[in-house]
């Protein structure tokens, strides 16, 4: 009688570690994706803060890519992403009178179990501050 316990005892103990398992690796999915999503959502606001006070000038547009990408205009060569697999490519930036916006565009966040995919989100757009252009 005691042996009928035990075994069963360990296919109840089997049963609730798949399923604590399966919570857990939810949790830690839905939290890296939200702490991924918050980083780019910072990023993008200070690339969208940075191109509104900058004068107007060739390199703005890599500059605000630099910003959204690695958090410097002018990032060392060792620099990493504010997101795994954030490339300049993936920044939008379009600038029309009074603002400037910046978006990501393309991006797949890489998780556990699936890739989301982010089109246009997140997007800031910030008043021009900068002084107009001559």
Known sequence: MKRRRAGSALIEFAGSLIIVTALFTGIFQFSYALSTYQALVNAVRAGARYASLQPFTPELAQSVRNVVVYGDPAPQASAKPVALGLTAANVDLILETGTATVSIRGF????????I???GRPTVTFPLTRPASK
């Open 108 to 115: 797949e966040m890489a998780s556990v179990l699936s890739k």
């Open 117 to 119: 995919k982010l089109d």
